[in-house]
């Protein structure tokens, strides 16, 4: 494990080495802490949610599988374990909420009435660690989504239901962004589809802009406040061969609304790059919202790591320079590992692939492009991958006060034993 000593005299050798690229890494650092990472209250307790009565996850093509000892059960717990991963975590956070986080004490409130006094701890809690709040309604786990439909329903009373879920989702949202004093981010992603092909692809989808129109039909929502984000999906659990909500669907829709596009790493075909896709995406839609996530066979979910698709996705808004144009959210959750540990990696591994997009040498290999010097082109993309970059990220953690390298393992394991291992 590094000595503060090491990382400084690492660092100093590191900053001639990007130095010399052209690289200024006292900014690159800046930068990459700036960037506003937002985390998800999801991983904390396997998806659950924190309704009375229980329903489990009935619908919605998303599960968290494993049983590893030490599930946040409440509020409460949630918080606590989100403060300890906080306190590991370099740069600028926020924490995103699903609408199922709600915590009505001994009443039941349904979806469609939950309002902004049902989360009053969690944004009391967010202001005290001075960050902001993402939104997302939760269109799924609930009676009402477990024949697989939600907003594309064909009946209109269930549809009605979830846009009045979607309505009291945004008012929540904008309650968020006036409170905290930065814009909340609120991401619609509905479960709807089918296991095997439908007859009919087309009423679904149809209805499916019906509801949405209706519920960013409301005027007294604040876009600047409330910033609506739509994501698409190829296949789910559940909705294997038909997804209402595809790409194409929210790519057309999200422009059609003026609304941000979602991409979710783990949403398309494994040898789609998402990373390709933002160039020619972001010619038209001037934001997008990216959730950070890694697919595995059928599973779009494991815990993120610095791989190249996370790489690489970075890699372009860093060659774009689209920062100010890109929400970062995480979207992942493993319940065969510590869960704090799961945040930890996740993000510290989205943060490092940002670290590592601003450290790229793009002029030079632009340069080499320009010029037609494909070779020098290659061999400068193939340095970067042996550039100290590691050395930049340990000082980088050691700024912003958080333990360098593997050391955050030691604080995970001391509230496994004192806090997880009682639950
Ligand atoms: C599901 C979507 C969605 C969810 C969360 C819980 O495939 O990625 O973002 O994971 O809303
Ligand atoms: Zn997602």
């Not at 000593?5 to 900014?27: D, M, P, V």
């Not at 059960?73 to 600028?92: C, F, H, I, T, Y």
């Not at 790229?360 to 991958?385: C, F, S, V, W």
Request: charged share 25%; proline share 4%; hydrophobic share 40%.
């Amino acid at each position: 494990m590094p000595t503060a000593k090491q990382i400084a005299a690492s660092y100093r050798l590191a900053r001639e080495a990007y130095a010399e690229l052209g690289i200024n890494t006292e900014a690159v650092i800046a930068k990459a802490l700036s960037i506003p990472v937002s985390l998800h209250c999801w991983q904390a307790d396997d998806v659950r949610g924190l309704e009375t009565p229980k329903d489990g996850i009935t619908g919605g093509g998303i599960m968290a599988t494993g049983g590893y000892p030490g599930r946040a059960r409440n509020g409460d717990e949630m918080r606590a374990d989100l403060d300890v991963a906080l306190k590991l975590l370099p740069g600028q956070q926020r924490l995103n909420l699903h609408a199922f986080y709600a915590e009505t004490g001994t009443k039941v409130v349904d979806r469609d009435e939950i309002a902004p006094e049902h989360f009053t701890t969690w944004l009391g809690w967010a202001k005290s660690r001075k960050i902001g709040l993402d939104f997302n309604p939760t269109y799924f786990a609930h009676p009402k989504a477990a024949s697989g439909f939600t907003l594309s329903h064909a009946d209109k009373s269930v549809r009605k239901f979830w846009i009045d879920h979607g309505k009291a989702s945004r008012r929540i949202a904008q309650h968020f962004a006036k409170k905290l004093g930065t814009p909340c981010v609120i991401n619609h992603w509905i479960p709807d589809g089918a296991k095997d092909a439908p007859a009919d692809r087309w009423s679904p989808r149809a209805r499916l802009v019906e509801s949405y129109d209706a519920i960013f039909a409301d005027d007294t929502i604040n876009r600047k406040l409330c910033v609506d984000a739509v994501e698409g999906k190829l296949f789910g659990l559940g909705s294997e061969e038909y997804v209402v909500g595809s790409q194409e669907f929210y790519s057309s829709y999200a422009q059609k609304q003026g609304l941000v596009l979602c991409l979710d790493l783990g949403h398309y075909h494994p040898t789609e790059s998402v990373a390709d896709k933002v160039s020619a995406l972001m010619q038209f839609h001037p934001r997008i919202l990216l959730h950070t996530s890694r697919p595995i066979r059928w599973d779009s979910d494991h815990v993120v790591i610095l791989d190249d698709p996370v790489r690489n996705l970075f890699l372009e808004i860093a060659r774009g320079d689209a920062w100010d144009r890109v929400f970062v959210a995480l979207d992942f959750f493993d319940a065969s590992i510590n869960r704090i540990a799961a945040y930890v990696i996740g993000a510290r591994a989205t943060r490092q692939a940002i670290l590592a997009g601003l450290l790229d040498p793009t002029k030079q290999i632009k340069a080499a492009e320009a010029a037609g010097r494909g070779h020098e082109r290659l061999a400068l993309m193939e340095l970067t991958k042996s550039l100290p970059w590691g050395a930049v990220w340990d000082e980088l953690c050691a700024r912003a006060s958080v333990p360098a390298g593997a050391d955050w393992l030691a604080e995970v394991a001391r509230h496994e034993k004192d806090v997880l291992s009682k639950r």
